[in-house]
């Protein structure tokens, strides 16, 4: 089983639409959890931390699930400019300080 | 905004030879990073560096491989002999706590 898992889309989607995206992680040692954008050929930006409590962000709410070791993020209301691939990123644990990617899922939000 | 700098952002270099890519990460950060990105593929954990050592590298990152803090601003990764396969994005990143912050990439082209 993969380290961080996730559909890798494409989403379809049409502007001022709510799209879902989830993820899961094997290790359950895991301590910290990210979700990252990342523009064709640019580098990964930290779009928001994942809080066991979850949290929003604007139109962007991450949960976290523990128990079932799952990750999600919601978007409400997308904007063109949201296009673009969501990076679930895992810490590993408080010792192992690597971060680990998931492939991403893709969305692509048109007008 | 402090920022990660990377240099150069593209090598092309014969198979066989040694290429250094160099990261500026952001001053007080603790934790430097490198991943790849293949095209097409994921962001790949390779090695990361606190303390003015490795603590971390993954079975990508081997003896091929080296990372160095040669002044304490710069954070170079050396491939002594690249292989074709080596061609790729590299990404450096830093953190002074939870959250990692890329640079913009050196994408490397082993010809």
């Known amino acids: 089983r993969k380290e961080v898992e996730q559909d890798p889309g494409p989403f379809n989607v049409p502007e001022g639409a709510t799209v879902a995206f989830n993820c899961t992680y094997s290790?359950?040692?895991?301590?910290?959890f990210f979700w990252y954008r990342q523009d064709c050929r640019k580098e990964p930006k930290l779009l928001m931390s994942?809080?066991?409590s979850g949290n929003e962000d604007g139109r962007f709410t991450a949960q976290l699930n523990r128990a079932s070791q799952y990750i999600s993020l919601l978007i409400r209301d997308s904007k063109l400019s949201d296009s673009a691939t969501y990076l679930c990123?895992?810490?590993?644990?408080?010792?192992?300080?690597?971060?680990?990617f998931g492939k991403g899922t893709t969305l692509s939000v048109s007008s | 905004e402090p920022e990660v700098t990377q240099t150069p952002s593209h090598q092309v270099t014969q198979m066989g030879q040694e290429v250094i890519l160099r990261c500026v990460p952001i001053?007080?950060?603790?934790?430097f990073y490198w991943y790849r990105q293949i095209l097409g593929q994921k962001v790949e954990f390779l090695v990361s560096?606190?303390?003015?050592?490795?603590?971390?590298k993954s079975e990508i990152f081997d003896d091929q491989f080296s990372v160095e803090r040669p002044d304490g601003s710069n954070f170079t990764l050396k491939i002594r002999s690249t292989k074709l396969e080596d061609s790729a994005m590299y990404f450096c990143?830093?953190?002074?706590?939870?959250?990692?912050?890329f640079g913009q990439g050196t994408r490397l082209t082993v010809v």
């Open positions: 990123v895992v810490k590993r644990n408080q010792a192992g300080t690597a971060l680990i």
């Open positions: 290790n359950s040692a895991s301590q910290s």
């Open positions: 001053s007080n950060h603790l934790y």
């Open positions: 990143a830093s953190r002074p706590g939870t959250e990692a912050f």
């Open positions: 994942v809080y066991s």
């Open positions: 560096f606190y303390n003015n050592e490795i603590s971390e």
